[in-house]
Each structure stands twice: as structure tokens, then as C-alpha cells.
């Protein structure tokens, strides 16, 4: 059954107007007929009236199928409105979406690509490509807005790819503090290796590169460990000095921390799991973005440079 059809009604119309016909010239003839007028006169005035009625039928029906077509016209231009509406709805987004692209900070480039390459992971793809991806991509935009909204973003454990990326991409300088507690044995690991490299690097660029070693007693200035890193790291050109706990001033004490300060910009802190060397690992990551917070960090490791000293080598 069509639309229209179901609109307009079904059933024999025509049939039933044809019988109206009928029967109202049949009856006019009778009338007419019965009042003994002439033949002609009743044949003429059966016709008439039965064309009249079939007429009126007629424009009934046209006026319920007119007001059906007009409704039809209504719904549907509704259906377009809505349809061309969300469709400008969507490109309005999409456009102003694109000029945010165009306008940000960031190569357009690298962010197209990112939205082209994740358009080919589908929901046929493994379930398990398909959840990790998506859960990289929310850890992503997370980790993008929180350092939009210059805050701190946190990560659960040791974090390698933030501190070799911002060791490489440090324009200015690198100043870190270095506690036993959480640098024990990053020297000799895969990780510290690469640190190292990306350090050497940017020192050989031109990039200030300092480093301060504290030394939770004196007695670990004469550790071979410790010395063999003092000078492979002065090699690199790298600005080393060590640091005696006992000679850090009494208000810094509590804010003696690992930490890396990048460019005076950016904070890079890392909290052990326990002060013992031999038995901590890295509890979280935090990078600070806060002004007044990477300030203060900064004013630490200079504080600190300043009561630090070089390694005594006549000490074997």
C-alpha cells in the first residue's frame, strides 16, 4: 500500500460515486416522472441533478486528497529541514574543528594524520587492538588537556618517554637533581643509557646541562659507582657537582626531591617507593606545568647548586 494510497483511503470510489449517480437521476426520473412532466423535461432534469451530485462527490474527494498531499508536503519538508539542519549541524563542527587545527600551535599536518591513521582501526579490528587503541587515545587527550590547562599530569611508575623527550627536545637547559633513592642504578640500566645520550647531546649543542649529586653520607663520595658516573658525566660536558645532605640548608630539607627542571619551564619530579637505595623504585612521575610551581623548583636547584661542591679527587 502506497503513501498515498494510505493517505487518500482505498476501496472502490468510483463504483460508489457511479451508483450515487444512478440512484439520484433514478430517483429525480421517478419524482419527475410520478408529476406526470414530459419525457424530455424528466430525462433532462435526471441527468442534470445526477451530474450535479457526482460533481459535488468530486470535489469532496479532491479537497481530502488536496489536504492529504499538503500534509505529506509539510511532513516532508520537516524531514528535510531536520536533515539539512544536522547536516549543516555536522559541517559547522567539522569546519570549526578544522580551524582550531589551522590556528593551533602544533603542525596541521601531524594532527590530520593522527585522525586519518585511527580512522583505519575499526570495530572488526582484534577487540583487543581495537579497546587499547581507544585507550590511548582518551590517555592522550587527557594528557594533551592537562598540559593545555598548564597543571600537573601524573604517571603511575617510571616514565621513559617523557624524560627522553624532553631531554631531546629541551631548548635552553637541563637541570636535574639526582637522589640515591631513585637513581641508584639508572646509570647502568637501558634507560639511563639513553637519558645519558640525550644529555650529551644537548650539551654538545650548547645547551646548559648540570646535574647535582646528593650524597645521603659522606661516606658515598668514595663509592666507585658514584665516581665512575661524576666523571664519565664532566666527559659529556655535562656541569656535575656533588651535594652532602648534611649541608643542605634546614628550610630545604623537606623540599629535597628527585627532580629535573626543563628549560625553567617545565618540572619533572619523580617520588621513590622508600628512601633505601637498594630496594626503592619509582612510585609516580609528575610533570608541573604551574608557574609559581616550576618556579619554585627552580629557585630549589639553584639554591642548592649554590651549597653543592666538586668532587674532592684526591679522595680514592
Not at 7 to 17: K, S
Not at 46 to 64: A, P
Not at 214 to 223: G, N, R, S, T
Not at 263 to 290: G, H, I, K, M, S
Request: proline share 3%; aromatic share 6%.
Amino acid at each position: 500500500m502506497s503513501t498515498l494510497a494510505r493517505q487518500f483511503g482505498e476501496g472502490p470510489g468510483v463504483l460508489r460515486t457511479a451508483l450515487a449517480t444512478l440512484a439520484t437521476g433514478g430517483l429525480t426520473y421517478v419524482i419527475t416522472n410520478g408529476l406526470d412532466q414530459p419525457q424530455s423535461v424528466c430525462l433532462t432534469l435526471s441527468v442534470l441533478i445526477g451530474g450535479i451530485v457526482v460533481i459535488i462527490r468530486f470535489l469532496i474527494e479532491f479537497e481530502k486528497r488536496l489536504a492529504a498531499v499538503e500534509r505529506l508536503q509539510k511532513n516532508g519538508m520537516d524531514d528535510m529541514k531536520k536533515l539539512v539542519g544536522d547536516a549543516f549541524t555536522e559541517i559547522s563542527e567539522a569546519t570549526a574543528l578544522f580551524g582550531l587545527i589551522e590556528a593551533s600551535a602544533l603542525q596541521t599536518d601531524l594532527v590530520t594524520q593522527l585522525v586519518r591513521n585511527s580512522t583505519n582501526i575499526s570495530p572488526d579490528s582484534p577487540p583487543i587492538v581495537y579497546q587499547f587503541v581507544q585507550a590511548k587515545i582518551k590517555e592522550t587527550s587527557d594528557f594533551l588537556k592537562q598540559l593545555a590547562e598548564g597543571g600537573t599530569v601524573t604517571y603511575y611508575g617510571e616514565d621513559r618517554d617523557w624524560l627522553l623527550g624532553l631531554t631531546r627536545h629541551a631548548t635552553e637547559s637541563v637541570d636535574a637533581i639526582s637522589l640515591a633513592a631513585v637513581d641508584h642504578a639508572l646509570w647502568q640500566s637501558e634507560i639511563g643509557q639513553r637519558y645519558l645520550d640525550a644529555q650529551r647531546r644537548a650539551a654538545r649543542a650548547g645547551k646548559r646541562v648540570r646535574r647535582i649529586f646528593v650524597l645521603d653520607a659522606p661516606a658515598m663520595e668514595h663509592d666507585p659507582g658514584l665516581r665512575k658516573a661524576y666523571q664519565e658525566q664532566r666527559e659529556m660536558l655535562i656541569d656535575v657537582r656533588l651535594l652532602d645532605r648534611s649541608a643542605v640548608p634546614t628550610p630545604l630539607q623537606v623540599q629535597l626531591r628527585d627532580l629535573i627542571i626543563f628549560d625553567d619551564t617545565l618540572a619533572y619530579e619523580t617520588t621513590p617507593t622508600t628512601n633505601d637505595p637498594q630496594v626503592a623504585q619509582v612510585a609516580e612521575t609528575r610533570l608541573v606545568l604551574t608557574d609559581s610551581r616550576v618556579k619554585e623548583c627552580a629557585q630549589l636547584f639553584r639554591e642548592l647548586w649554590d651549597v653543592s661542591r666538586e668532587l674532592d679527587q684526591s679522595k680514592a
